[in-house]
């Protein structure tokens, strides 16, 4: 399963790049994150409950991330499982400073195991980009937030 | 007695099936409506990979979950009962047995891994997922051809992927026939994966009860007393205090006719806990852990003299069998060349069955079980020749057909056909469809660029199943006739229908015959503890051999009620005649005695015969001398839209023989039900697997088995050639729809296109696949 997308927002790139290493940010972001520790150097576990259709469970995984090109581009590797099953994937993350901000292009190869690759893989397509989308929403969000909190300050 | 008292003839007559009220009403009674107090519930943990080494498992978490009252895991299991069983063990076949939880290496997706027991479904649900099973991911192979060429070992142990090769025929005959003959034609042939989807999944209820030490097993089979001797084997319990019941069953297509993990979980989890354990199969599960069907691919030549004249016949049959045996994976794909030969005569035949592991589900019996395929391979053959020769391919056909006075007739494959008249089949479908005329209307529509086809299965098929010889537990069926008290019916038989209407048939068989209302008739079926012997349903054997043991039981209550006649009436016995239920003197027919009043006499045994024990009652066993062959003719009038690829089916036209007709009701719905499921899978059905193993149609959303208005309405007809085989004259029906049809969609597809230069299209036919073929045919990519 192939996942490709992107996502402009009005923030600089170094505060994308950061943000998206940065543990306490993801798990305010990462949809039904209830536990993300590092593990390593740029490592993580993770603990995941996700409500949608089909996928619906809880996770348990490991994030890393590689061939870091910092601000610009990274490597991520994502491994896991719970009771519907699991799954591995692998992916590039690019940020491009433009007009409006940064672009985030993403473009990832998962592989599903067990009962999640039988729920139809147009579902399971469209459940993981509604998580996606979820995610860069609220990183979106949290930036913003962020932006305030430092203004105000 | 008069005619005009006789009662109503009930043999041959459409009698709306007696179990549908109950079925359709809410008032059947399913594995899963059963509840005896303090049942619990089991659901299994499987495995998610293909093949992956178990390095560790952890239930600890699951253990302690709430309800949960015990956790079985492989090593235990493995201790506490004998592996899953396999009946069909063919010469120098590798078997590698598993139990029914696998610790060490797992081989498929939906493997059982470990099995939770808990107070209801849900907590069940909710421990196994607490379970850690950590895997070791190994390199799977999805791929047969690629299995036999040196991919990944399914089994370490045995060094190569190959199970077992089955040769058939005369190899040198026919190789020289096919060098020597005029016109070859050569092609690769898929017969794609199929899953059975019986709308009840698979359903089991166990219940050791300390005291008696008995266990009793509901369950959804189609097999009951199969399953009760093969049970107290692998779950170590003795068979007399074994009983299995197989309640209303909600279809099976084959794939019921097996015994399974999650029965010998539920068996030993009752033993240990002395409660009920139920297990319900999950859609989801029934997909990857149920059996699969057919997954053959046939490399066929067919040789023919410049005339049509058939000279030779070869196939190599590469058969996916999946991960392991089941009860009878081994068998099913040697009937597809036990039928290699079909409805025509030919001078030299050899095939050679493949048989391969790979890391998928394993295959097994699905409806019509080897010989939709054999159908489909020389089916095929036939149109792919006659294209080649320019010649209409009925006059083909016809040309090359067994004749009506050539019965019985011994084929390569050393097989005897019963009795048969291809033409006549043949003849009534051209009238249906209006040939002459279609194929005018077609050039016609050409012109304006439609795309019409039409295409023809002439296929024959072996039912009856069968003569003990040919299986391994025995193709004989038992059948009991008892008279009560009051002159009421019962009849108690060895079949196991689940869909089949035998509680219809064979009570108008039973009713006709003793002269006595079909509401007068019962009859018992599926349970070990009323019926004292049986086989089961599958081979569209019930009728042709469970009516056949019915019939005999028959005959022995009609000689007995002549003893107690001709004694009441002071007669000799040899004197009487019995007719609708009554006893009377030969010619006089004035005088008689009723069937209440001899069971009366027989029940009270005041005043018996000589020689005659009381009651009346009497068990026959029918051991088959020989299967039965019907055949038929099965027509497919298709349109296709070469800018979309999409097929529409216009027309379906199937003439079946399946000889004498006992209701014509059930007959019909039969061939409805097998239409649907061989036009499907010409037309709609596929298990597709990605190159992890993982099969992507693993749902109803992805996996599609037909609906009512993906089918056009049926046009069907019968003719009747009776076999010779059974007293019934009976041959069977259960198949011939799914057996018949499959070819005739593809060869009116490849018709259709003929004028765009299409050969052929591997099934299914999705419209991706068609219009591939219509751009390779131009010489281009789409």
Known sequence: MQLIGSRTMPYARERVWAALQDPAMLRKTLPGCEELTPSGEDSFDAKVTIGVAAIKGRYKGKVRLFDLEPPRKLRMAVEGGGGPGRMRGEGTVELESVAEGTKLVYDGEAATFGPIARVGQRLLRSAANKLLGEFLSRLEQELGREGESERAS | ?782
């Open chain 2, 1 to 782: 007695m008069t005619t005009q008292e006789r009662p109503p003839k009930l043999i041959g007559e459409p009698i709306k099936r007696r179990e549908d009220p109950r079925l359709i009403t809410g008032q059947g009674s399913y594995v899963d409506d059963l509840q005896p107090l303090g049942t619990l519930h089991l659901v299994i943990v499987r495995s998610p990979y293909a093949h992956a080494r178990v390095t560790g498992i952890d239930v600890s978490a699951a253990r302690n979950a709430p309800g949960v009252v015990a956790v079985l895991t492989p090593e235990d299991v493995q201790q506490s009962t004998e592996p899953v069983p396999v009946a069909a063990q063919l010469e120098g076949m590798h078997m590698p047995l598993r139990h029914a939880l696998t610790g060490g290496e797992v081989k498929f997706v939906g493997e059982p891994v470990v099995a939770i027991v808990a107070e209801d479904r849900y907590l069940a649900a909710d421990a196994a997922e607490l379970v850690e099973v950590e895997y070791e991911e190994l390199p799977a192979v999805i791929d047969p051809e690629q299995a036999l060429e040196g991919g990944p070992l399914v089994h370490d142990e045995l060094g190569t992927n190959l199970c077992v090769v089955s040769p058939i025929g005369d190899a040198e005959a026919a190789a020289r026939a096919i060098e020597g003959a005029e016109v070859v034609i050569k092609q690769r042939l898929m017969n794609q994966r199929l899953i059975p989807n019986p709308i009840e999944p698979r359903a089991v209820l166990a219940h050791y009860e300390p005291g008696p030490g008995t266990l009793t097993v509901w369950s959804s089979t189609q097999i009951p007393h199969l399953l009760k001797t093969l049970l107290s084997a692998c779950a170590r319990v003795p068979e007399q205090l074994v009983r299995v019941v197989a309640p209303d069953v909600g279809g099976g297509f084959g794939c019921k006719l097996n015994v399974y993990p999650e029965e010998i979980l539920a068996a030993l989890a009752s033993r240990r806990l002395e409660r009920p354990v139920k297990f319900v199969e999950t859609r989801q599960e029934n997909y990857v852990a149920t059996i699969h069907g057919r997954d053959l691919i046939g490399h066929l030549e067919l040789g023919a003299k410049r005339d049509g004249t058939l000279v030779g016949y070869r196939i190599k049959v590469i058969a996916d069998i999946g991960a392991y045996q089941h009860l009878l994976t081994a068998a099913i794909p040697t009937l597809t060349a036990l039928m290699l030969q079909g409805v025509y005569k030919i001078p030299a035949l050899a095939g050679e069955i493949v048989e391969v592991f790979t890391n998928k589900t394993p295959t097994d019996a699905y409806r019509g079980a080897g010989r939709p395929e054999a159908t489909y391979y020389l089916e095929r053959g036939m149109d792919l020749l006659a294209a080649e020769l320019g010649m209409d391919p009925v006059e083909l056909r016809r040309k090359n057909f067994i004749g009506a006075g050539e019965f019985p007739f011994d084929t390569q494959t050393g097989l005897v056909y019963d009795s048969g008249d291809y033409d006549a089949a043949l003849d009534k479908a051209l009238a249906i469809v209006g040939y002459d005329d279609f194929r005018s209307e077609q050039a016609r529509l050409r012109e304006a660029g439609r795309y019409l086809g039409v295409g023809f299965s002439t296929y024959v098929e072996i039912c009856g199943v069968g003569p003990s010889s040919a299986l391994p537990a025995g193709g004989w069926e038992a059948g009991t006739v008892r008279v009560e008290r009051t002159g009421k019916v019962t009849v108690l038989t060895g079949v196991s229908p689940h869909g089949q209407g035998e509680e219809t048939s064979f009570a108008q068989i039973a009713a006709e015959r003793l002269g006595v209302g079909i509401e007068d008739v019962t009859v018992i079926h599926g349970d070990t503890a009323q019926v004292s012997a049986g086989i089961g349903t599958f081979g569209s054997r019930s009728l042709a051999v469970g009516g056949t043991a019915l019939v005999m039981s028959l005959d022995k209550i009609e000689a007995k009620a002549k003893r107690f006649a001709a004694h009441a009436m002071e007669v000799q016995a040899d004197d009487l005649e019995f007719e609708a239920g009554q006893v009377f003197v030969k010619d006089a027919p004035e005088k008689t005695i009723s069937l209440p009043e001899i069971a009366t006499l027989a029940y009270n045994a005041v005043d018996l015969p000589p020689d005659t024990e009381p009651g009346l009652e009497a068990t026959s066993y029918y051991e088959p001398g020989n299967f039965t062959f019907p055949f038929g003719t099965h027509v497919a009038v298709v349109e296709v839209d070469t800018d979309s690829g999409a097929i529409d089916l216009q027309r379906f036209i199937s003439v079946d023989d399946c000889g004498n007709i006992i209701n014509p009701l059930i007959v019909e719905g039969q061939i409805h039900g097998g239409l649907a499921q061989g036009i499907a899978q010409a037309l709609y059905e596929e298990a597709v697997y990605d190159a992890n193993g993982q099969l992507l149609s693993g749902s109803l959303m992805d996996y599609a088995v037909p609906r009512a208005d993906q089918l056009p309405s049926f046009e069907l007809a019968t003719t009747v050639t009776p076999t010779g085989v059974n007293p019934l004259g009976a041959k069977g029906v259960g198949e011939a729809g799914t057996i018949g049809s499959t070819p005739a969609i593809v060869n009116a597809v490849v018709d259709a296109l003929a004028p765009l230069g299409v050969q052929h299209i591997e099934m299914m036919l999705r419209p991706e696949r068609v219009l591939d073929a219509i751009q390779a045919a131009k010489g281009g990519a789409r």
